[in-house]
């Protein structure tokens, strides 16, 4: 049985990102850059004040006190129109252009206006304060943000101070949702007898939704092989496929072959890990428009919840072109102690908390691969090696955030 990384790696290796295109940058929020961008101007474009006070030269304030004659304003907006020269300063606001002439500006709250002239005490200055140089932050032609960043507000920021109207990105994928089971009732209608809710349809929508792809739900598929094959059909239209139960050893388990009937081809089936061992993962190939990567995920809730949270996101990830494909674990701190078994690796529903040692890691009470119930107290999830090992208050463990 393949290891998570092995199936992971099968998994890297088989789906393509999405072709570049180019969006407005104000609906880029949440999608991938797909190219470098590099800045056409140095940043700040010019020698800038960081204080309202006045612009002066250290030549003229080697004691830290002189009388200056003032000889503009420069106001937001407004360029200096002269140097200035011995014995003269400038007016100056946050974020104008320094005069030539000035190498350092003294804060408005160590001066004193008088008329014409300005009195400025201080400590003996150093050239160079309250200013920040041209090209201190980007010089002209740097890669300022790297193809395989997720767009977010201050990268939208950076891309505008740019001028980067049209940003280059790679589209979401459309994910379609097929869950498979006769005991399956759609949520509207009350379960009879040995009948559950389709619950999996929404929280799989959220999850797919919450890293960047757009959801088609198309309902249930009853444990039936022309219906079964009648909407797989249907949904290796879109780009992704997720179809939920049906792939474990029970009679009535037709998804893989059903997919095999629907010449997708398979790439794995069965992972070694807790919950969620039964997975399948493999590519429709189409003649004529780019692949649909299919998941056959177990039907129990939080195996499908944790196999969308390691495979699915990892296929919308490269899919979209985010670097790193993989979301790399985060280390935290047991806040109790644990003892595991000799098992598979397992992904344990916890609740993650920002303590003054960092990340905090409480697993939450939980009764297996059914009980979703038990993993709304959790906002990620703790992973354990398949070892038996006792681990005390303070042990360092991987785990994601949902
Ligand atoms: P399966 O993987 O098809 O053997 O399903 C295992 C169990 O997961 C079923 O017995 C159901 O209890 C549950 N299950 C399957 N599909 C869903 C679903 N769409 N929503 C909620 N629970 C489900
Ligand atoms: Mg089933």
Redesign the pocket.
């Given at each position: 049985m393949l290891t998570v990384t092995e199936a992971l790696e099968k998994l890297l290796a088989s789906v393509t990102p999405q072709e570049i295109t180019t969006e407005p940058l104000q609906n880029t929020l949440g999608l991938t850059l797909s190219k470098d961008i590099h800045s056409s101007t140095d940043s700040p474009p010019f020698d800038k004040s960081l204080m309202d006070g006045y612009a002066v030269r250290l030549a003229d304030l080697a004691t830290g006190v002189a009388m200056l004659k003032v000889i503009e304003v420069i106001t937001a907006g407004r360029v200096p129109t002269r140097p200035i020269g011995p014995g003269e300063a400038a007016q100056i606001m946050t974020g104008t252009p320094l005069p030539e002439g000035a190498d350092l500006v003294i804060k408005i709250e160590e001066t004193e206006r008088a008329g014409e002239d300005v009195s400025i005490k201080t400590k003996p200055p150093s050239a160079g304060a309250n200013m920040i140089r041209r090209g201190t932050s980007i010089r002209s032609g740097d890669c300022v943000l790297r193809a395989g960043l997720t767009l977010n507000a201050s990268r939208i920021g950076a891309l505008a101070e740019m001028g980067q109207t049209f940003v280059p990105v790679r589209q979401r994928p459309r994910v379609a949702i097929l869950?498979?089971?006769d005991?399956?009732v759609p949520l509207q209608q009350t379960p009879g007898p040995g009948q559950?809710?389709?619950?999996?349809?929404p929280m799989l929508a959220a999850q797919i939704e919450s890293m960047g792809g757009i959801p088609v739900p198309l309902g249930?598929a009853r444990d039936d092989r022309d219906e079964l094959r009648a909407k797989i059909q249907q949904g290796l239209e879109s780009d992704m496929l997720v179809l939920?139960?049906?792939?474990?050893a029970?009679t009535l388990?037709l998804v893989p072959s059903v997919l095999a009937e629907s010449s997708v081809g398979e790439i794995f089936h069965k992972v070694e890990m807790k919950p969620g061992k039964?997975l399948w993962f493999g590519v429709k190939r189409h003649d004529l428009r780019s692949p649909c990567y299919v998941f056959g995920l177990?039907?129990?809730?939080v195996?499908?919840l944790v196999c969308c949270e390691l495979f699915v996101r990892t296929a919308i990830r490269r899919f979209m072109g985010v670097e790193p494909a993989i979301a790399p674990p985060q280390l935290g701190r047991l806040e109790h102690e644990y003892s595991t078994r000799a098992d598979r690796p397992t992904y344990h529903p916890a609740r993650l908390t920002w303590t003054r040692d960092g990340l905090g890691i409480t697993l939450v009470p939980w009764h297996g691969s059914?009980d979703l119930c038990g993993t709304v107290a959790a906002n990620g999830m703790a992973y354990f090696p398949g070892e038996a090992r006792q681990y005390c208050l303070g042990d360092s463990v991987e785990a994601f955030v949902w």
């Open positions: 869950a498979t089971g005991e399956l559950i809710r389709n619950s999996n349809e249930i939920s139960g049906g792939v474990s029970g388990d039964p177990p039907g129990n809730p195996s499908s059914s």
